[in-house]
């Protein structure tokens, strides 16, 4: 398996344009999760879904973030506006429902909102 | 809720010398522990796990111990490398996978 795979890897986008960005999980793995990296806050959970249903978003920071899973293979996490503050790298990370099991994740896109 | 808690960095070694990150957590249950690393400009890799108590996780000289009893699970390496500098960061997760919890992550730094 290719592992979790993100794009765009880089991403420049000015304020108040919309956002998306694209992960594909490990195929087989139950779990998906948006995480988000600043060197304030460090690594941020989102969301994460379960079999493609949202199970917890109240790390989503506010209404301008959305995410969906239309199907187990893909995953998209939307910023419409995009703020400055909105810069950061943000992770998809996957894991099976399995006892004892890590998560596995993507190289990142850092999203650069001017 | 279930939190991890990791010393302060940055961390700033020279080669050879010996390495502890402190990790401590709060958890219902028995949780899973995990250290992941993160190279510049990567994402997070795992570099070793225990998922029961007592349990030594190992991987690359890297060593962590699952410790209940004091709700830790400190790094260790007896003599690192430039190449082990990264932020680390400690985690945990249910049995079952789900909701991982990460620590804010340590930054070394090994000077040659």
């Known amino acids: 398996d290719a592992g979790v795979i993100q794009s765009p890897r880089h991403e420049v986008t000015e304020m108040g344009q919309e956002v998306t960005l694209r992960c594909k999980p490990i195929s087989g793995h139950d779990y998906l999760f948006w995480y988000r990296q600043t060197m304030m806050r460090g690594l941020e959970l989102l969301i994460y879904f379960n079999n493609n249903v949202p199970i917890d978003d109240s790390g989503m920071p506010e209404d301008r973030f959305s995410a969906k899973m239309p199907n187990a293979s893909f995953s998209t996490l939307k910023i419409q506006p995009s703020e400055p503050r909105d810069s950061a790298v943000y992770f998809c990370?996957?894991?099976?429902?399995?006892?004892?099991?890590?998560?596995?994740f993507g190289q990142g896109t850092r999203l650069t909102v001017v | 809720g279930d939190s991890v808690t990791q010393m302060e960095g940055p961390v700033t070694l020279s080669e050879e010398a010996f390495l502890t990150i402190n990790c401590t957590y709060t958890?219902?249950?028995?949780?899973?522990l995990f250290w992941y690393v993160q190279y510049p400009g990567e994402g997070l890799q795992l570099l070793l796990k225990?998922?029961?108590?007592?349990d030594k996780g190992s991987n690359k000289g890297f060593e962590a111990t699952y410790r209940k009893e004091t709700t830790s699970f400190h790094l260790e390496k007896g003599s690192v490398q430039v190449s082990d500098s990264a932020v680390y960061f400690c985690a945990l997760t249910g049995n079952y996978g789900q909701n991982f919890v990460f620590g804010p992550g340590t930054r070394l730094s090994v000077l040659p």
């Open positions: 225990a998922t029961k108590a007592d």
């Open positions: 958890a219902t249950g028995y949780p899973s």
């Open positions: 990370a996957s894991s099976l429902l399995a006892v004892n099991t890590e998560a596995f």
